[in-house]
């Protein structure tokens, strides 16, 4: 059974569509993520939700939008879609938010290619 | 000013051998966290070992240690008897207990090939 699983693995789409990136985790866990890794590999926090509630919203255009119906589901949309969207995003989740020590579980990953 | 430094883009090692990846850290934070994770081709991001900063031993998990050198602020990581395998990207991160919301944030990585 995958932990965290993310769907669609791969997504190609033109620029100005609407697109979403679903994202379930089976661990149980309290807290879920958003991270984009850009094309030099960097990855950087876009949202973070703990029990529903959004807790981080780092400086991302208000065309992605993050829902959480519940706690093991943490879906990325994202409103007319631009070039610079490109990227792998990743959802992750951890049991809690606020030990140090907690380790992030990842989904495999969502490759977006704008055209 | 960047929190994880990883100054080696790309690093070769031969088969067997071993090699360590360098991660320096910033923060002023007495209570954190770091972590080492490995993005293979695949491209799935795999946890390989945990320091906190109150650990008075280096960890270790099994091939993987962590040399955590506190007053330098540096958690490099140790392979040993590298294998074909390894070969990916390593990242490099850290979680502070102050700050919002304690979000893990990564250095830049650094590609690691092993070679035949």
């Known amino acids: 059974d995958t932990a965290v699983s993310q769907t669609p693995k791969y997504l190609v789409t033109q620029m100005g569509n609407d697109k979403s990136i679903k994202c379930e985790q089976n661990l149980g866990h309290d807290t879920m993520y958003w991270y984009k890794q850009d094309s030099k590999k960097f990855l950087k926090i876009m949202f973070s939700?703990?029990?529903?509630?959004?807790?981080i919203n780092e400086t991302v255009p208000n065309r992605f939008s993050p829902k959480s119906p519940d706690k093991a589901h943490l879906n990325l949309h994202i409103n007319s879609l631009e070039l610079g969207d490109s990227a792998v995003y990743f959802c992750?989740?951890?049991?809690?938010?606020?030990?140090?020590?907690?380790?992030?579980?990842f989904g495999s990953g969502t490759q977006l290619s704008v055209l | 000013a960047q929190k994880i430094t990883q100054t080696q883009p790309g690093m070769f090692v031969q088969e067997k051998e071993a090699v360590t990846l360098d991660c320096t850290y910033d923060t002023s934070d007495p209570s954190y966290g770091l972590f080492w994770y490995k993005q293979p081709s695949s491209g799935e991001m795999i946890f390989l070992i945990y320091q906190g900063s109150y650990d008075q031993q280096n960890a270790t998990e099994g091939r993987y240690s962590l040399n955590f050198q506190k007053a330098r602020k540096s958690a490099n990581l140790v392979i040993s008897a590298s294998q074909l395998g390894d070969s990916a990207m390593y990242f490099c991160a850290m979680r502070e207990a102050s700050g919002s919301a304690r979000q893990l944030t990564f250095g830049s990585g650094t590609q690691l090939t092993v070679l035949p």
């Open positions: 939700y703990n029990n529903k509630e959004l807790i």
């Open positions: 992750a989740s951890s049991q809690v938010l606020a030990a140090t020590n907690e380790k992030l579980f």
